[in-house]
């Protein structure tokens, strides 16, 4: 059973997140989407608010959970025994940061394997930073998120005035 980890922020998860657990749960037996805590970052949701809400948006692919993890994710991927670490590469102003991890996670457990899938052209501009940017300022995010998220998000964020400019 070949298991692969498909490790981000998920701050919040977006639809080009789940296009790549997708196209990942297709590849592997097994497909774990990984809710990374990062201590020196203040997101927007709860990491439990990050995965029920990736929960609710991969339901309908079989073999894929959901969990959360504070550490090194090589050391995630050893204790579950996973084979596969699967990135989405939205442009090459990604890469010299994803390289630099894979070759970080690479020195630090030789036996799993980054694998990059590239975005699709129609998520290839996407982020959860823009999607805050957009839902904060009351814009449409309705092709940016997964349905299954939507109401959560606009709750969280979109009713928030923009903050006052005047000091
Ligand atoms: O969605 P993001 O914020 O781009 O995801 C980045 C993430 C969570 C995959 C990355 O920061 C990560 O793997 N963090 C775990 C800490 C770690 O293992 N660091 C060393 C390898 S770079």
Redesign the pocket.
Known sequence: MAKAIC????DPVTRGHIDIIARASGLFDEVVALV?V?PVKVPCFTAVERAAMLRRSVAHLPNVSVDIYQG???NYVRQVGAVGIVKGLRAMSDFEYEFQ?TL??HKLLPQAETIFLSSTVDNLYLSSSLVKQVAQYQGSIVDFVPPEVLPDIEQRLGCRSPTSIAR
């Open positions: 490790p981000g922020s998920f990374v990062n090194l994710l090589a991890m970080t996670n």
